[in-house]
């Protein structure tokens, strides 16, 4: 009611403009949307949630946890990390759909809200990085939905911008989100070297392209500073098996088994190897790495594990599930 009579006096105040002109600086003097102080109550108990159904890999909580997270939201829509944390709900339940037995043709409004809760996101939050490149990867995909040139290319740049606030977390983001372009785009190879350059901003130096030793960085391995997203944390307690799982597939589906045998071992030199769930799948790829040439390229309906990492029923679990 205070925000409606403000904005009657303000009307008033201007009433001798035309309604453009009102219009334009009515929503110019409208005061910033300002990030609450810190998630507390019952958007902390729907946060908890979020995260123990995320490495808990079960999936089949997601309407729970978007229920609950979205009620969160309603009670406190300042809150930056229950608006990013929706978004992060309905990409997995897009990212993952394959594991579903019949998968809707409304499944693209999950794309749409998680693009809508991520402008919340980056807009109580400014500076976080994570958000504006997840919210560049939503654009490139309602894009896609929608046929949309306009959204395609602005999201393809803000994309590139995020990369350049965190390279070390969002190249990563960027060669994910483009993995799924045929292998003859020229984009595609700018995709998989996103993820060599990934790696070469981590090491400090250009890694070598053709699958050389790792074994001698992994003494650089921090869990504070830009550098944490290169390694295993509690948000992604396997992030670097999945990392290499995914490079190691773009290279399969560029055609280059041989190179992707070495990257997909580097996964084991993981500290936490031994605890991945996704252990078997990786020993899969280096056995199959020839065959799955074509079926990675050409993706058979329904496929849940041999194809490519970003289309398969744990492309979110492959990082964050325990």
């Not at 089949?60 to 944390?85: C, F, Q, S």
């Not at 579903?100 to 794309?111: K, Q």
Request: net charge neutral; glycine share 6%; with cysteine.
């Amino acid at each position: 009611m205070i925000a409606l009579c403000g904005l009657a006096a303000i009307l008033l105040l201007l009433g001798t403009l035309g309604w453009m002109q009102r219009a334009t600086i009515a929503v110019w003097l409208a005061p910033e949307k300002i990030a609450a102080a810190e998630t507390a109550g019952q958007s902390k108990r729907a946060n908890d949630r979020f995260w123990d159904a995320l490495h808990g890999g079960r999936y089949e909580e997601l309407p729970g946890v978007i229920e609950a997270l979205t009620a969160a939201y309603l009670e406190n829509p300042r809150d930056a990390e229950t608006a990013a944390h929706i978004a992060f709900s309905h990409v997995w339940f897009a990212s993952e759909r394959s594991r579903l037995d019949r998968v809707p043709a409304t499944m693209t409004e999950h794309i749409a809200l998680a693009r809508r809760y991520f402008a919340e996101a980056v807009r109580l939050a400014p500076t976080d990085e994570r958000f504006k490149g997840f919210l560049a990867s939503m654009e490139l995909a309602e894009a896609k939905i929608h046929g949309d040139e306009k959204l395609l290319r602005r999201g393809y740049f803000n994309l590139m911008a995020s990369v350049d606030g965190w390279p070390e977390f969002n190249l990563f983001t960027a060669g994910y989100v483009l993995s799924g372009l045929p292998f003859t785009d020229p984009m595609y190879a700018e995709a998989v070297e996103y993820q060599w350059r990934n790696i070469d901003v981590c090491v400090g130096e250009k890694f070598d392209r053709r699958g050389g030793d790792a074994t001698k960085y992994l003494a650089l391995e921090t869990t504070t500073g830009p550098k944490r997203a290169c390694w295993n944390s509690w948000i992604a307690p396997h992030n670097f098996e999945g990392f290499f799982l995914n490079l190691g597939d773009m290279l399969v589906k560029q055609g280059d088994a041989a190179t992707a045998r070495r990257v997909y071992a580097y996964a084991k030199l993981s500290k936490t190897y031994a605890q991945w769930p996704f252990r078997s799948v990786l020993e899969g790829r280096i056995a199959q790495a020839e065959e799955n040439i074509a079926l990675f390229r050409d993706p058979k309906p329904g496929e849940r594990t041999r194809t490519l990492m970003a289309h398969s029923a744990f492309s979110c679990m492959v990082c964050h599930q325990q």
